[in-house]
Every structure is written in structure tokens, then in C-alpha cells.
């Protein structure tokens, strides 16, 4: 491996973990949004964070060639290089268990805002029927 190969996959470490620091704080806003039950302002995000998820993709697939290879056998510019590339590899693997535990935990939260919605639904439903069949009754007699 030559070294324009290591600076091939530092680049693409580099704009993983820029993807994946944009996720962080994308998912941050949302849980802010689901709090606030701002679904308004929640969508712009949700279009946000499938770009860069997206792009992220990308990435991926251009990191796969680098997947198989022995990384004592890469050829870097100098050991500063190859330990700072090493560091940000380490860091993106921390950012993205982050990025996944942020997603589970504001999915969660929806789904529990969802089914708060669907028995307020419910409830408002039944009580009309109750005021429904309260006035056939009342206007029957």
C-alpha cells in the first residue's frame, strides 16, 4: 500500500467522523423537537440526517477496500499520521455507538409520544359517542 492510499483513508476517516459528529448533533435537535413535540420543525431534521446518512453510505463503501488489509502493513507519510488517523477511527467507532443509542432512545420517545396521541385519540373519540348517544336519547323522548 502506498502512502497516497493512507492519505486516501485518512481522508475518508476524516469525513466519517465530520458525517458522523453532524449526526451527533442532528440527533441531539431532534430529541429537542420530540421533547418540545415539534413535528413541524422535526421533519427539516429528519431530511438532514438522511442526507447525511447517506452520505455516510458513501463513505462507507469507500473505506471497504481498506476492510481486509493488515493496517502494520500501510505505508504513512510519518507516525503522526498513521496515530492521528488511528485516533479518529477510534473516535468515529465512539461517535457512532453514540449516534445508534441517541437514534434508539428518540425512536422510543416517538413511539411512546405515538401511543400517547392514539389513546387521547381514543378517549376523544369514545366521549362523543357518549355525547352521540346521550343526545339520541335525550332528543328520543
Same mark, same amino acid.
Given at each position: 500500500m502506498s502512502t497516497s492510499d !493512507?492519505? !486516501?483513508l485518512a481522508l475518508l476517516i476524516s469525513q466519517r467522523r465530520k458525517c458522523l459528529l453532524?449526526?451527533?448533533?442532528l440527533g441531539k435537535r431532534q430529541a429537542t423537537m420530540i421533547a418540545a413535540s415539534d413535528m413541524?420543525?422535526?421533519m427539516p431534521i429528519l431530511v438532514a440526517k438522511q442526507q447525511l446518512i447517506t452520505a455516510l453510505q458513501k463513505i462507507e463503501h469507500g473505506l471497504?477496500?481498506?476492510?481486509?488489509?493488515?493496517?502494520?502493513?500501510?505505508?504513512w507519510a510519518s507516525p503522526e499520521a498513521r496515530d492521528k488517523c488511528a485516533a479518529e477511527a477510534e473516535e468515529c467507532r465512539a461517535l457512532l455507538r453514540e449516534v445508534m443509542a441517541a437514534e434508539q432512545q428518540n425512536q422510543d420517545e416517538l413511539t411512546v409520544r405515538r401511543?400517547?396521541?392514539a389513546q387521547r385519540l381514543r378517549s376523544v373519540a369514545s366521549s362523543q359517542q357518549?355525547?352521540?348517544a346521550y343526545e339520541q336519547q335525550t332528543h328520543g323522548r
Open positions: !493512507t492519505q !486516501t453532524q449526526l451527533r448533533e413541524g420543525a422535526l471497504e477496500p481498506f476492510r481486509d488489509e493488515d493496517p502494520n502493513a500501510r505505508q401511543d400517547d396521541v357518549i355525547r352521540s
